[in-house]
């Protein structure tokens, strides 16, 4: 079946770029390879060739610049778990990487395996993007920073060329938003997502002493062809800037209708859209009380 399957393993990035450019046939990369073995193993056409880049040093850093964390996308899970900032400030971001998978496949699999999946259920996709970040693809002649929120373009579907590897996260620093991360799967651990919510609000004093919310953001994951923001949902709450009860309620009422899910194995259009705005809901409950 896997006649004349090519492995090939660079040892730098340079290399990697080299080999992108010159392959002559159509491959997948290997980072963690816990999504990429899976689909190969399942069927063996998905690629003819896998380049292992689990080894390049260069991709699986972490750095702290002035208003940016830059995150290598060969950072394994475990290690972005670890990172004390991401601790500190991305809650959100921590929830919903602590629930990818499990131990074993946290401490393989990356960052980069994970938006390169390009699965509207990948788990990491939807805090990154409320956090507005981007992505570095570089080939051998170009460099270029593409908004998390245009990478995808359908499930399973992206912007990358052919010749093109996702070497950075771009993360804005934040420390003046909160946020939190839900989910809802067949079970509690090992389960893909069957909608994912992820809430990140700014808040200020009001001039009569009282808070006010100054900076919304909202990602919908496993609702919609890609993880997507809800813009309606997010302006309607910047406007209102107060969390009364109908305001909640009337936010969780458009992100339902936001959504754009498919009814599939794991759940229904009907329901899918519902919990859209359930988990809303108990994100801004618990984003609100925890000030
Ligand atoms: C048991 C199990 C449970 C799981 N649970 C979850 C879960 O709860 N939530 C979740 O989101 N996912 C889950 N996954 C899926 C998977 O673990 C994640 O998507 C993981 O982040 C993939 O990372 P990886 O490094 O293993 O990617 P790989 O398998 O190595 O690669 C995945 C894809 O990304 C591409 N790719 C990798 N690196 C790059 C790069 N630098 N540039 C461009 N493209 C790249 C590859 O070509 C490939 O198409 C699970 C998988 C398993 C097997």
């Known amino acids: 079946m896997l006649r004349n399957f090519k492995v090939l393993m660079p040892a730098s990035l340079n290399e990697a770029l080299y080999v992108i450019n010159n392959i002559d046939r159509p491959f997948r990369f290997l980072a963690g390879g816990t999504d990429v073995l899976v689909r190969l193993k399942d069927n063996p056409s998905y690629a003819q060739a896998l380049i292992d880049i689990s080894k390049i040093g260069e991709l699986a850093k972490i750095e702290e610049h002035k208003s940016t964390f830059v995150i290598g996308s060969g950072v394994r899970h475990e290690a972005l778990l670890a990172y004390a900032p991401f ?21 393989l699999a990356t960052v980069g395996g994970n938006i390169g999946n390009a699965s509207p259920a990948g788990d990491s996709i939807g805090p990154l993007m409320a956090f507005d970040a981007e992505v570095e693809l570089r080939s051998q002649d170009t460099n270029r920073i593409v908004k998390l929120e245009d990478f995808f373009t359908g499930p399973g579907k992206t912007v990358l060329k052919h010749n093109e590897i996702i070497t950075k996260i771009i993360l804005p620093k934040s420390d003046s938003l909160k946020s939190g991360w839900k989910r809802l ?3 509690r651990a090992v389960a893909i997502s069957k909608v994912s919510v992820t809430l990140a609000l700014g808040f200020a004093k009001h001039s009569n ?12 994951g496993a609702v919609a062809p890609t993880v997507i923001r809800a813009r309606k949902a997010e302006k309607f709450l910047l406007e209102n800037q107060t969390l ?8 969780c009422r458009l992100v339902a209708k936001e959504a754009r899910p498919i009814t599939d194995i794991r759940s229904n259009t009907e329901y899918r859209s519902e919990m859209c705005g359930v988990l809303l809901g108990d994100l801004i409950e618990k984003l609100a009380c925890a000030r």
Do not use: H
């Not at 002493?209 to 919908?220: E, F, P």
């Not at 009364?244 to 936010?251: L, Q």
């Open 209 to 220: 002493g009282s808070d006010r919310v100054n900076d919304v953001r909202i990602a919908l």
């Open 185 to 187: 799967g067949q079970r």
């Open 244 to 251: 009364t009860k109908a305001v909640v309620k009337e936010a």
């Open 87 to 107: 601790i500190e400030n991305y809650n959100g971001l921590i929830e919903a990487v602590s629930a990818i998978g499990s131990p074993q496949i946290r401490a």
